[in-house]
């Protein structure tokens, strides 16, 4: 079935050209460079200065560096410099761009014009994730928000930059195996076919956010693990195409070529626009560590900069541009542990683990990483406490909230019951975080208030005051 798509030899470098040349203009295809790119996020109160993060993005040897915004700031530092620059049109800002001309001229006027060319703008990515968001109204504004933003390029005749929306995983009904690729019916007819005519018209790219941490981790098994890092030593065979995997990457990958060729499109190039594996995590998630996250991202790394280029099964020899997320671990996010610890660097600008993101460096020259203790799920008991140096206004509100949830949450904690302390809040909170987390842990509750709250294996227990515990 492949074949029919893709001519699945390998292609030597002339063919190659000649392959490109036919699906696009040479101006597109000479910038189609494998320099990895960087997603550098903001959602952190101890980052470094713009100035600093640029810097280090530098002296990294980064090739691209994508923003979750169009910041002046960061639009101003990097003018002059090589690194091609990825912004992104805010979700909330999509309706109004689409139902108006003269708004998308505006904001290309505003965040495009005031630093190009001599900031070196190649992609404008209109919203982040909009088919993950629970807020519909926005999808069908999507398409048309990205022909509102084209038109006013191409009509101050600019033709090097692409115009995409990043997506992620969950616009698939199915991908396993690749072969059986496939869109969700609610946005098959209504956004992804108006949305890859868009791309395949205007030549540009399908961005996709891809991360085999999430599927390994919801099933992780040692084999597995070495699949998503890409170093199995065996391999899959997708029994309708027949093709051979040997990662997960590419096994993902593949299942948007298909999805795509199943309504016709058989040429639209994929960029990666977020990839990489947390380096921590909270106790009950499976695997997160550096050894992991700086194995996944050396390999990566090794691949997408192979030459000739590696593609993947349903098309070698292809480069696919790949954004690395995240700069830093971001300390603002919401969420899960691992939402927070992405990062390639700590706030000081010191690396968290050793990498070339040249990719030039073997893999044998970096020292040993430290051993990860995490690849199994952890089973046994864990509470959920008030994290290190928290603040004690905020954690007044979380308790109150936490004593709310759920029933007698917080009784042990009244006057004259086992656990009451008078004057700790610090006690009190833990225990209600404990408690609200018991109850609510296997209905999607998480330990995390806001950041005030973690998880421990140890028992905050004492005395007669039993501190309630979820059981992994
Ligand atoms: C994609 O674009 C190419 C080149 O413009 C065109 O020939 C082809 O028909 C398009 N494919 C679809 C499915 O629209
Ligand atoms: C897949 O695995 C088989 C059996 O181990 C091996 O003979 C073959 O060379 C592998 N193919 C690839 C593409 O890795
Ligand atoms: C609270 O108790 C009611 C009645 O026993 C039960 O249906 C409900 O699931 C409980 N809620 C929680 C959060 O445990």
Known sequence: MHKIIYNSKKMGPLALFFYCFSLFVLSTCAEISNKIGINYGQLGNNLPSKYDSIQFIKSMKAGRVKIYDANPEILKLLSGTKLQVSIMVPNHEIISIASQQ?????????????????????????????????????????????????????????????????????????????????????????????????????????????????????????????????????????????LIYTNMLDQMLDSLVFAMARLGFSNIRIVIAETGWPNAGDIDEVGANTYNAATYNRNLIKRMTTKPALGTPARPGLVIPTFIFSLYDENQKTGRGTERHWGLLHPSGRPIYDMDITGKRPLSDYKPLPVAHNNEPYKGKVWCVVAKGVDLMELGRALTYACGEGNETCAALAPGRECYEPLSVFWHASFAFSSYWAQFQTKGGICYFNGLAQQTTINPSRGRCKFPSVTL
Do not use: C
Request: charged share 15%; aromatic share 14%; no cysteine.
């Open 102 to 242: 003269s708004t998308a001229d505006q904001w290309v006027q505003n965040n495009v014009l005031a630093y190009y060319p001599q900031t070196m703008i190649r992609f404008i990515l209109v919203g982040n994730e909009v088919l993950s968001s629970p807020d519909k109204k926005i999808w069908h504004h999507l398409v048309p928000a990205m022909r509102r933003i084209k038109n006013s390029l191409s009509a101050q005749n600019i033709r090097n930059i692409k115009v995409g929306t990043p997506l992620a995983m969950d616009i698939f009904q199915a991908t396993y195996p690749p072969s059986n690729g496939i869109f969700r019916s609610d946005i098959s007819d209504s956004v992804m076919i108006p949305l890859l005519q868009f791309l395949n018209h205007t030549r540009s790219f399908f961005f996709i956010d891809v991360y085999p941490y999430f599927p390994w981790s919801a099933n992780p098994t040692i084999t597995g693990l070495d699949y998503a890092l890409f170093r199995a030593t065996s391999n899959y065979t997708d029994p309708v195409s027949g």
